[in-house]
C-alpha cells in the first residue's frame, strides 16, 4: 500500500523558533498533500491544501504567514511553524492524494510538537 | 462549530458480534463520507466510503450505511475481530476525496 512519512516524529522546541516538518509519499507521487492539526480530545482540522509547484491554499483562521508550506516536489511537502508559541503545540499530520482518479487520501503517523 | 460528530467516545464490543459506529453531519453540501481507522502511533488509514447517490456500501467485513434525510451514517462491522480495535473516524466531504472535515472518532475496543 502507499507509505507517507513524516519527520520528525515528535518535536520540543523553546517558544520564538521555527520547526520544519517534512511529509514525504515514499511510494507515489501526490499531486495534492494536505496538512491537519489535532488538538487533544479534538477532529483532525484541516489546516491547508497543497499542491506541487503552486501556492498552498490555507483554511479559514489558519495564519499562512505562521505556517508556511512548501511543496516543492511530487513527493515532499513541509511545513514551518514559524516563531512556534506554547499555543501551537499540538499534533500535526499530513497526507498526499495520489493523481488516480477514485483514490483516497494516505496520512503520515504525524508529528507532535510541543512548544516550552 | 462541529460539523461532523462521533457523540460516542468509546465502544467495547464482544468478539464475534456486531459492531456499530455512528457518525451525524449538519452540513448538507458534504456528498461523501469516509471512515478511517487510525492505530496509535499511527496515521490514519482508509476503510470505506460513500458518495451520498447511495444508502450502502460494502467491503468484507465492513458495511457503511448512509440516511440522507437523517444525516447520519453509520459503520457496521461484523463480525468483531480483536484486531479491530483502534480509532476509527468519520470523516466527510463536499469534493470527493479533498477537503475533509473529520469526527472525532470513537475508540473501539473488541473484548477476546
Known sequence: GAVVSQHPSWVICKSGTSVKIECRSLDFQATTMFWYRQFPKQSLMLMATSNEGSKATYEQGVEKDKFLINHASLTLSTLTVTSAHPEDSSFYICSALPGAPQETQYFGPGTRLLVL | ?112
Open chain 2, 1 to 112: 462549530d462541529q460539523q461532523v460528530k462521533q457523540n460516542s467516545p468509546s465502544l467495547s464490543v464482544q468478539e464475534g458480534r456486531i459492531s456499530i459506529l455512528n457518525c451525524d453531519y449538519t452540513n448538507s453540501m458534504f456528498d461523501y463520507f469516509l471512515w478511517y481507522k487510525k492505530y496509535p502511533a499511527e496515521g490514519p488509514t482508509f476503510l470505506i466510503s460513500i458518495s451520498s447517490i447511495k444508502d450502502k456500501n460494502e467491503d468484507g467485513r465492513f458495511t457503511v450505511f448512509l440516511n440522507k434525510s437523517a444525516k447520519h451514517l453509520s459503520l457496521h462491522i461484523v463480525p468483531s475481530q480483536p484486531g479491530d480495535s483502534a480509532v476509527y473516524f468519520c470523516a466527510a466531504s463536499p469534493f470527493g476525496n479533498e477537503k475533509l472535515t473529520f469526527g472525532t472518532g470513537t475508540r473501539l475496543t473488541i473484548i477476546p
